[in-house]
C-alpha cells in the first residue's frame, strides 16, 4: 500500500506541530489504531439502528459515533430515540460487539511492526482511548498487544469530557509526565485529531480504516494510510 502523506506548511503548524525533533510521548488511539474493530463496530450500530429505529448507514454511523466515549453516544441514542431505548442499544451493542470480537478481531495491519520499530527507537508509547478500560482489556487482549501497554491505559471514562475535548489527552501527558507540545497522537478519527489539536499535541492521521482521509486532515496533522510508516514519519528513516 502505498503512503499518502498530507501535511500542512511548518509555519502553519506552530508549537502544536508534531516534529521528529521533540516527541517524547506516542498516544495511540485503540479502536481502528491498534485493534481493527471499527469495522465490528459500524456493522453493529448499522444493525440496532435498523432494530430500534433510527435507520443509519455506515457512513452515518462514521459521522456520527465513530471516535466518541460511549456516554457521548448514548447522549445520541438517547436524545433521538429516548433514555429506555438507548439503554437497550448499549447492552445489546456490548453483547453483539464482544460476540464479534471473539470470533474475529485483527490487530490493525502493520501496527505490530510499527511498535517493535518504535520500541528498538526507545520511544515511549501508551493508549488514550474513548472506550472503557474494560473493552480495552478484550480487544487488546484478543489481540496479543495488551502486555505492551499495561500500565500506561488511560480512558475517556477517566475524564469529564471525551473527544474531542483534549481531556483525555492531556490527562494521559499529565499522568505520564510529558508536556503536550512534546506529546503526539495517533487516531483514526476526526474527533480523535480535534482533541489531539485542541490539546496541542501534533497528530498522526491514520487513513487506512474506515474514516476518509479528508476527514482526518487539517492543521497539525500528517495524514497516512501504511502503520508500518509511523516510526519514520515521527523520527525520521
Known amino acids: 500500500m502505498d503512503t499518502r502523506i498530507a501535511q500542512v506548511p511548518e509555519p502553519a ?16 488511539d485503540c479502536d481502528g489504531v491498534l485493534v481493527d474493530s ?7 450500530h448499522v444493525a440496532l439502528g435498523a432494530e430500534y429505529g ?3 448507514s455506515e457512513a452515518e454511523v462514521i459521522e456520527e459515533f465513530v471516535g466518541r466515549s460511549t ?25 453483539l460487539h464482544r460476540e464479534a470480537v471473539d470470533a474475529a478481531l485483527p490487530a490493525v495491519d502493520g501496527i505490530v511492526e510499527a511498535l517493535d520499530a518504535l520500541d528498538e527507537r526507545g520511544l515511549p508509547y501508551c493508549v488514550a482511548s474513548s472506550g472503557s478500560h474494560e473493552k480495552m482489556r478484550h480487544t487488546l ?9 499495561a500500565g500506561r491505559i488511560f480512558s475517556a ?21 510529558v508536556a503536550p507540545v512534546r506529546c503526539a497522537v495517533v487516531e483514526d478519527s476526526a474527533p480523535g485529531v480535534q482533541a489531539a489539536r485542541a490539546a496541542g499535541m501534533g497528530s498522526f ?12 486532515a487539517g492543521p497539525g496533522t500528517v495524514v497516512f494510510d501504511d502503520m508500518r510508516a509511523l516510526p519514520s514519519l515521527l523520527t525520521g528513516p
Open 38 to 44: 471499527e469495522p465490528i463496530a459500524v456493522r453493529t
Open 157 to 177: 471514562t477517566e475524564v469529564a469530557r471525551g473527544k474531542p475535548a483534549p481531556d483525555l489527552f492531556l490527562h494521559a501527558a499529565q499522568r505520564l509526565g
Open 141 to 149: 487482549g484478543r489481540t496479543g498487544l495488551y502486555e505492551r501497554f
Open 13 to 28: 503548524l506552530g508549537r502544536s506541530a508534531a516534529r521528529r525533533d521533540v516527541v517524547e510521548l506516542i498516544l495511540f
Open 54 to 56: 433510527w435507520p443509519l
Open 205 to 216: 492521521g491514520y487513513a487506512g480504516g474506515v474514516t476518509p482521509a479528508a476527514r482526518l
Open 71 to 95: 456516554a457521548s453516544i448514548g447522549e445520541k441514542i438517547r436524545g433521538r430515540l429516548g433514555a429506555a431505548v438507548a439503554e437497550a442499544w448499549d447492552e445489546r451493542f456490548r453483547e
